[in-house]
């Protein structure tokens, strides 16, 4: 069964970033989460969504 939840350290390693920066834009709610207990998941819909928004953004700014 594929994982629906992602620890931060996990969605870092995905994105190819610093734990620190998943915070980052967790706190920026750039990058949507949930609360599991005392513990922060990154949804894996939320990241492809992520991805696919500054994918996008990326896209307008360079022609």
Excluded: N
């Excluded at 870092?12 to 970033?17: R, S």
């Excluded at 990058?31 to 819909?45: A, E, F, H, M």
């Amino acid at each position: 069964m594929e994982k629906l939840l992602l620890t931060v350290g996990e969605a870092a390693v995905v994105l190819g970033v610093g734990k620190s920066r998943v915070y980052d834009l967790m706190r920026l709610r750039q990058l949507r989460s949930v609360k599991i207990g005392r513990s922060r998941r990154v949804p894996v819909d939320c990241l492809r969504e992520y991805v696919e928004r500054i994918a996008a953004e990326d896209h307008e700014v360079v022609p």
